[in-house]
């Protein structure tokens, strides 16, 4: 069975390698498939979350101050691909929200570290768990074989684009 999927795969790849223009059609359907998926997921997270909603940008810039440790509204910036005063603003709503809290940077006095309130912390936890509940009924249209490829070559286009960067 193994040995048959990697042919199928090997077909595949084959095939795409001698038709470019048929490639370049394929990769547009990617995109839109890629851009469905996100807006499905997005509104069937947005629905199913309890308790205070948070825009995209929100949860993006609260899953970057969660995962790193002295995040910084430049780091946010960076990471979101957005400006300065964007991100200010953004990060200037969460703690409005009660989302976030500024704290002095006990090395430098001068830089400001974005913090989780604790409350924030149990919602993401919970948010979290939603959404991949939310995300397994997605994927049940899948069997186990093919989300096992589907993930593996997910990660091999993530590890792609991280060496490049």
Same mark, same amino acid.
């Given at each position: 069975?193994?040995?048959?999927?990697?042919?199928?795969?090997?077909?595949?790849?084959?095939?795409?390698?001698?038709?470019?223009?048929?490639?370049?059609?394929?990769?547009?359907?990617?995109?839109?498939?890629?851009?469905?998926?996100?807006?499905?997921?997005?509104?069937?997270?947005?629905?199913?979350?309890?308790?205070?909603?948070?825009?995209?940008?929100?949860?993006?810039?609260?899953?970057?101050?969660?995962?790193?440790?002295?995040?910084?509204?430049?780091?946010?910036?960076?990471?979101?691909?957005?400006?300065? *005063?964007? !991100? &200010?603003?953004?990060?200037? $709503?969460?703690?409005?929200?009660?989302? +976030?809290?500024?704290? %002095?940077?006990?090395? =430098?006095?001068?830089?400001?570290?974005?913090?989780? *309130?604790? !409350? &924030?912390?149990?919602?993401? $936890?919970?948010?979290?768990?939603?959404? +991949?509940?939310?995300? %397994?009924?997605?994927? =049940?249209?899948?069997?186990?074989?093919?989300?096992?490829?589907?993930?593996?070559?997910?990660?091999?286009?993530?590890?792609?684009?991280?060496?490049?960067?």
């Amino acid at each position: 069975m193994v040995l048959d999927a990697h042919l199928r795969f090997v077909k595949i790849l084959t095939y795409l390698a001698f038709d470019m223009s048929d490639r370049k059609k394929k990769i547009e359907q990617l995109a839109e498939n890629i851009q469905s998926l996100r807006r499905r997921t997005v509104i069937n997270f947005a629905h199913c979350a309890e308790g205070p909603r948070v825009t995209p940008a929100q949860w993006g810039a609260l899953m970057l101050i969660e995962q790193g440790s002295n995040c910084t509204i430049k780091d946010i910036s960076t990471s979101l691909k957005i400006s300065s *005063s964007a !991100a &200010t603003q953004l990060v200037d $709503a969460l703690v409005a929200s009660g989302f +976030v809290t500024r704290e %002095e940077y006990a090395v =430098d006095r001068r830089k400001t570290i974005l913090a989780l *309130s604790r !409350a &924030t912390k149990n919602h993401i $936890a919970k948010m979290k768990k939603q959404v +991949v509940g939310g995300l %397994e009924k997605t994927f =049940d249209v899948l069997s186990d074989r093919e989300f096992d490829q589907f993930l593996a070559l997910t990660q091999k286009l993530v590890t792609g684009l991280s060496n490049k960067n």
